[in-house]
Structure formats: structure tokens, C-alpha cells
């Protein structure tokens, strides 16, 4: 069982930046393949970044260049380090945890990430 707690959301002007965290509990987080979601009003959830147990990265298109994500096994936390914001990255954003080849897979409550034009 992991437990994961989303936290670093808020309001903020176009090109501004926010960090957010994902901090997990309850189980060996390392293990885990880490990945931020995003689910604007109206839209299905949509992968915004993902980070491997091994710490292989990847990104959707519309974030890559300007989102980061990485994490501290050591801390038991995964970061999303989001640059240049555009209104369009409006949504709450998701920690989701799965642990590969198997049904295990949690997800945390979501915090709001809003970006003024």
C-alpha cells in the first residue's frame, strides 16, 4: 500500500513557475514508477510527465522543454519542477504510482494548479 500526497499548487501568472511534490508513504517508494497527471475542467486526465523506478524520464509534447520531473528515493518524493506556464496547464494535477507487472497502482488527491493569463 503507498499513500501519496500532492502538495506546491496554486495561482500564478502566465510564465511563472511552480514545484510541485509528490510525498509517498507505506511502502518501498522506490520501486515504484512515478508519474503527474493533469485533468483540466471538462477533459480527461492526461499524462504530463513520468519517471521510472531506474529514473528514466519522459514528457508529453505540450510540457517538454519547460516541465521537469525528477525524484529523492531518499526523501520518498517525486518533484514537478513547471516553467514558463501557460494558461493551458490549468488543471489538478495528479500522483499516480504503479508498480510494474503487477494491478498495483495508487493515486493521491490532486492539488490545483491555476495559470492567469
Known amino acids: 500500500q503507498v499513500q501519496l500526497v500532492e502538495s506546491g499548487g496554486g495561482l500564478v501568472q502566465a510564465g511563472g513557475s511552480l514545484r510541485l511534490s509528490c510525498a509517498a508513504s507505506?511502502?518501498?517508494?522506490?520501486?515504484?514508477?512515478i508519474g503527474w497527471y493533469r485533468q483540466a475542467l471538462g477533459k480527461q486526465r492526461e499524462l504530463v510527465a513520468a519517471?521510472?523506478?531506474?529514473?528514466?524520464?519522459s514528457y508529453a509534447d505540450s510540457v517538454k522543454g519547460r516541465f521537469t520531473i525528477s525524484r529523492d528515493n531518499a526523501k520518498n518524493t517525486v518533484y514537478l519542477q513547471m516553467n514558463s506556464l501557460k494558461p493551458e496547464d490549468t488543471g489538478v494535477y495528479y500522483c499516480?504510482?504503479?508498480?510494474?507487472?503487477?494491478?498495483?497502482?495508487?493515486w493521491g488527491q490532486g492539488t490545483q494548479v491555476t495559470v492567469s493569463s
Open positions: 507505506g511502502s518501498i517508494f522506490s520501486i515504484y514508477d
Open positions: 499516480n504510482a504503479k508498480l510494474d507487472l503487477t494491478s498495483y497502482e495508487y
Open positions: 519517471i521510472s523506478r531506474g529514473g528514466r524520464t
